[in-house]
């Protein structure tokens, strides 16, 4: 049982990419409490979180995608999506979402890991 992430794929600098990672009912039967996130991990590179939004709506966003990348929700579909623009190959990594919680100063993921998508942006 994983979250699905989807929606990747390879463009050109400057294009979009809409992603979609749907969570499991079997886990996340109350979608809505949770505070959700999406990571990318580049080859050679760790995984680093890139947008989260919580329960509440609010978003935050790394320095590296902000005013690019939108974060958004939908409780009932438990599904939460990741809105790319103007894409740059630096953004090049498999995408991943989970759900996350603040544990001391740190977002931390759960175990939850899917499969990730890939998204490649060539210059």
């Known amino acids: 049982v994983q979250l699905q992430a989807s929606g990747g794929g390879s463009v050109q600098a400057g294009g979009s990419l809409r992603l979609s990672c749907a969570a499991p009912?079997?886990?996340?039967?109350?979608?809505?409490?949770?505070?959700m996130g999406w990571f990318r991990q580049a080859p050679g590179k760790q995984r680093e979180l890139v947008a989260r939004i919580s329960s509440s709506f609010s978003t935050d966003y790394s320095d590296s995608v902000k005013g690019r990348f939108t974060i958004s929700r939908n409780n009932s579909r438990k599904t939460v999506y990741l809105q790319m623009n103007s894409l740059k190959p630096e953004d090049t990594a498999v995408y991943y979402c989970?759900?996350?919680?603040?544990?001391?100063?740190?977002?931390?993921?759960?175990?939850?890991w899917g499969q990730g998508t890939q998204v490649t942006v060539s210059s």
């Open positions: 989970n759900s996350i919680k603040m544990v001391g100063d740190t977002w931390t993921p759960s175990e939850y």
């Open positions: 009912r079997s886990i996340f039967s109350v979608f809505s409490v949770y505070d």
